[in-house]
């Protein structure tokens, strides 16, 4: 089963900040929380993964809480191709990967 | 970034028949690679976990003979669904870790419609 809840969908503006918030309460210490995302009837696309400290990349920013049961993905500036499902995902390094129901996020122009 | 790639795209076979999905990790090496079935408006479910030069691991409730994965080599993982109906139609998904990377990378999917 999933480790994490996730709203089922979340709408957003073109242009603003998009804030994915993820729960994951039951995280062990070895575990990394990742994001994906996957496009409509494309395969799940790596966004960014973090352990306990705030991670930045190109695509987006994560931000992890200090006791980290909870995270949240901030994609900066949401364009309508970030439309897709997100998925916020724990696992220790060498685990598979499983996913849950993830977020729809809609992009409105 | 990595590449993993499927083959086919899409495929349509009659009840009965089999057919075989390549996944191939371009430009690395990949020890593990997973495979996922997705129906649709639902999310990716593991289907086995693919390990070269050994047998792969299915999860539960997975038939091992109906799906037949072999992992002959570092970047070539292959799915075979065996005497196919048309409930097997779905969307498979095959990923690829990096032997020493935590990211796994995800095939573009490849449309499995049994008629």
């Known amino acids: 089963d999933a480790k994490t809840t996730q709203p089922p969908s979340m709408d957003c503006a073109e242009g603003r900040a998009a804030n994915l918030p993820c729960n994951h309460s039951?995280?062990?210490?070895?575990?990394?929380v990742y994001w994906y995302r996957q496009i409509h009837s494309q395969g799940p696309q790596y966004i960014i993964h973090g352990l306990k400290n705030n991670e930045t990349n190109e695509m987006a920013s994560l931000i992890i809480t200090e006791d980290r049961k909870s995270s949240t993905l901030i994609l900066p500036h949401a364009t309508l191709r970030d439309t897709a499902v997100y998925y916020c995902i724990v696992r220790a390094r060498d685990d598979k990967i499983i996913f849950g129901k993830g977020t729809r996020l809609h992009i409105l122009p | 970034g990595a590449v993993v790639s499927q083959h086919p795209s899409w495929v349509i076979c009659k009840s009965g028949t089999s057919v075989k999905i390549e996944c191939r990790s371009l430009d690395f090496q990949a020890t593990t690679m997973f495979w996922y079935r997705q129906f649709p408006k639902q999310s990716l479910m593991l289907m086995a976990t693919?390990?070269?030069?050994?047998?792969?691991?299915?999860e539960q409730g997975v038939e091992k003979d109906k799906f037949l994965i072999n992992h002959a080599s570092l970047t070539l993982s292959t799915l075979t669904v065996t005497s196919a109906h048309p409930e097997d139609s779905s969307f498979y998904i095959c990923s690829a870790r990096k032997n020493w990377g935590f990211e796994a990378f995800f095939g573009q999917g490849t449309r499995l419609t049994v008629v």
């Open positions: 693919s390990n070269e030069g050994s047998k792969a691991t299915y």
């Open positions: 039951t995280i062990s210490g070895n575990e990394y």
